[in-house]
Nanobody
Framework: QVQLVESGGGLVQAGGSLRLSCVVS????????MGWFRQAPGKEREFVAA????????YHADSVKGRFTISRDNAKNTVYLQMNSLKPEDTAVYYC???????????????WGQGTQVTVSS
């Protein structure tokens, strides 16, 4: 059974930093692309960042480019999202997800975590 468990969310002031982690159980991690998504209250879920299985390719949404960085450690089955210079509009539930189709695929991600809340105060 595959499980994705996020952690690292919390309350932070604008301009602050947080690092989210997502630990993946099950024998899929090193072969799957990983992504981070977020959903703010009353809004649709949106893409934040993605990373290929080898870490050779990363992608970040324009809204977070230069502030957020996705990375992964295949030995620890963990993907990270380093978030710097946080803004109130970054407030959302953040989800990690795993995709067997690769980082450039438009197919839906296969597995999702339960999410971790990030709240940025002004």
């Amino acid at each position: 059974q595959v499980q994705l468990v996020e952690s690292g969310g919390g309350l932070v002031q604008a301009g602050g930093s947080l690092r989210l982690s997502c630990v993946v159980s099950g024998r899929i991690f090193s072969n799957y692309a990983m992504g981070w998504f977020r959903q703010a209250p009353g809004k649709e879920r949106e893409f934040v960042a993605a990373i290929s299985w080898s870490s050779s390719s990363t992608y970040h949404a324009d809204s977070v480019k230069g502030r957020f960085t996705i990375s992964r450690d295949n030995a620890k089955n963990t993907v990270y999202l380093q978030m710097n210079s946080l803004k109130p509009e970054d407030t959302a539930v953040y989800y990690c997800a795993a995709s067997r189709w690769g980082v450039l695929s438009t197919r839906p991600y296969d597995y999702w975590g339960q999410g971790t809340q990030v709240t940025v105060s002004s």
